[in-house]
């Protein structure tokens, strides 16, 4: 009963060619969070949107652009992606804001490579 | 400094081990705090919530210290399944939106 799910698991796109990732949710949660995570690395947040409201991290490159047009499916845009941006891009989901102690629900990720 | 910091090992242990992972975090007015289990390749799973009286669940007991400002992870009789990355999160209190994930500790059981 897969409850976060991500498609593709593995994509692969040419260097500069935009590449779109999904992400579906079935909890009917209210924030939905998108996550890169490099090899040995920490998860690092790019952006979340708590309902429709979106939150850009500061350093989020522009190249990454997101889209939830509904509470169940969130996008992630790269549009030019570079070598440097492959890596795993893990989606999230909570119920309402962690500061409730609720619960972070990952997919089980899309690994991206750039040739 | 990085504001969730971990030893990322690798903890190469036997079987039926007890063996301990710390975390330090450097913003004090954190307010929740978490261990994740990452396996390869996988996605990061919730493992325990972090409590200030402290908390047990099976072979796993997570404790947290305010004034020094770190979380453990205590795993007995460890197991070849334990084998992983486990990542301590820390709420970050000017977004309650956001985790902090540390770089996460290996561990290895061997038979």
């Known amino acids: 009963d897969a409850m976060v799910i991500q498609n593709p698991r593995y994509q692969v796109t040419q260097f500069g060619k935009p590449v779109t990732l999904s992400c579906s949710q079935t909890?009917?949660?209210?924030?939905m969070y998108w996550y890169q995570q490099k090899s040995s690395q920490a998860p690092k947040l790019l952006f979340h949107?708590?309902?429709?409201?979106?939150?850009n991290e500061a350093d989020t490159p522009d190249n990454f652009q997101s889209r939830r047009p509904n509470t169940s499916f969130c996008f992630l845009d790269i549009r030019s992606p570079g070598l440097g941006d492959a890596a795993m891009y893990l989606c999230?989901?909570?119920?309402?804001?962690?500061?409730?102690?609720?619960?972070?629900?990952f997919g089980p990720g899309t690994r991206l490579t750039v040739t | 400094r990085k504001e969730v910091e971990q030893d990322p090992g690798p903890f190469n242990v036997p079987e039926g081990a007890t063996v301990a992972f710390n975390c330090t975090y450097s913003?004090?007015?954190?307010?929740?705090f978490f261990w994740y289990r990452q396996d390869c390749r996988k996605e990061p799973k919730l493992l325990m919530s972090?409590?200030?009286s402290g908390n047990e669940d099976g072979r796993f007991t997570a404790q947290l210290n305010r004034a020094s400002q770190y979380i453990s992870l205590l795993i007995r009789d460890s197991k070849l399944s334990d084998s992983a990355t486990y990542l301590c999160?820390?709420?970050?209190?000017?977004?309650?939106?956001?985790?902090?994930f540390g770089s996460g500790t290996r561990l290895l059981v061997r038979p």
């Open positions: 999230a989901t909570s119920r309402e804001p962690l500061g409730s102690r609720n619960e972070q629900y």
């Open positions: 909890l009917n949660h209210n924030v």
């Open positions: 949107y708590y309902d429709k409201d979106f939150n």
């Open positions: 913003n004090s007015a954190s307010q929740s």
């Open positions: 972090v409590y200030s």
């Open positions: 999160v820390v709420n970050q209190m000017d977004s309650s939106y956001k985790l902090i």
